[in-house]
């Protein structure tokens, strides 16, 4: 019975963050759009390395961690390469990927440029079944831990923005779906889309506001979106304000501490029953540029 009750658990607890966290779930998406999209790289005269740690619901045990880090280069004239590295961990769930990203850039007319990009890596998930701590010891469902060995996947993103920052982009960062066949089938991957849109708005010389919002769409997986504003104020500051439907609200601080670097930090307080047992999340962002002309582009 006891196991019984803890599989329920960690099934409840575990099963949605095992699909959705293999897409990675943060709130800094505008920030580093490469995350969800290969369209993205080499979109701006920069290169970049951007680092991004997450922390869902602390305090919680088995809460989800997320790790990621990108390279973004800009290739030639009109293409773009890019690397993408993430770590979920939710419980005794862990994903870790690697993906390499291309993307080519056509210019519409002389304000609209239309961005296509793929992607190509490997997966893997285990289950970590040996490290939960059991009442009653000896249960064999419970001794050996899972993994899915490297699983190729493949993605793909479309990205159209406009000189004065309008942008709207859809992608799919995983087009393969496994069933790593754990606990009767209940781990698979799921076929999320991601649709983003934002634009640029200033407000005289020192301030300029970051609209931005995104819309994720997966099969039998309720449907979530993110509403976010950022200001950036004299060319080195950011505060920003977050929504995430029926999940949390946040807000986001940022400083460009040189040329170079940039630093970003999210705390969101969730409003869905998790809000009972954990009270906040935070989310650290480092991006270091390259070739560096003026301030960010994108926000």
Known sequence: MLVATLVAML?????????????????????????????????????????????????????????????????????????????????????????????????????????????????????????????????????????????????????????????????????????FGAVSGGYKDVDYYYTMVGTKVRLGSQITLYPSAMVRVATDVPLSYDVNVNSHIRDRFDLGFSYRRADSYGIRLGFQATKNLYAGYVYELPISAISKVSTQTHEIALRFTFNKKSSLETK
């Open 11 to 179: 099934l409840g607890i575990c099963s949605y963050e095992s699909k959705g966290q293999i897409e990675t779930m943060y709130s800094l998406y505008r920030f580093n759009p490469q995350i969800v999209t290969p369209a993205h790289v080499g979109s701006s005269e920069v290169s970049d390395i951007t680092i991004i740690n997450r922390r869902q619901w602390t305090g919680f045990e088995g809460a989800p961690v997320t790790f990621a880090a990108s390279l973004n280069q800009k290739w030639g004239e009109n293409k773009g390469i890019g690397v993408v590295a993430l770590m979920d961990q939710a419980g005794p769930i862990k994903t870790t990927t690697i993906s390499a990203d291309f993307a080519y850039h056509i210019p519409l007319n002389d304000k609209w440029t239309m961005s296509g990009g793929i992607r190509g890596g490997f997966s893997n998930l285990t289950i970590q079944w040996s490290a939960i701590r059991l009442t009653h010891v000896g249960d064999d469902n419970f001794q050996e831990d899972i993994s899915s060995g490297l699983k190729f996947n493949t993605g793909w993103g479309l990205r159209f923005s406009k000189g004065d920052g309008l942008f709207l982009s859809i992608s799919q960062p995983r087009v393969l779906k496994y069933d």
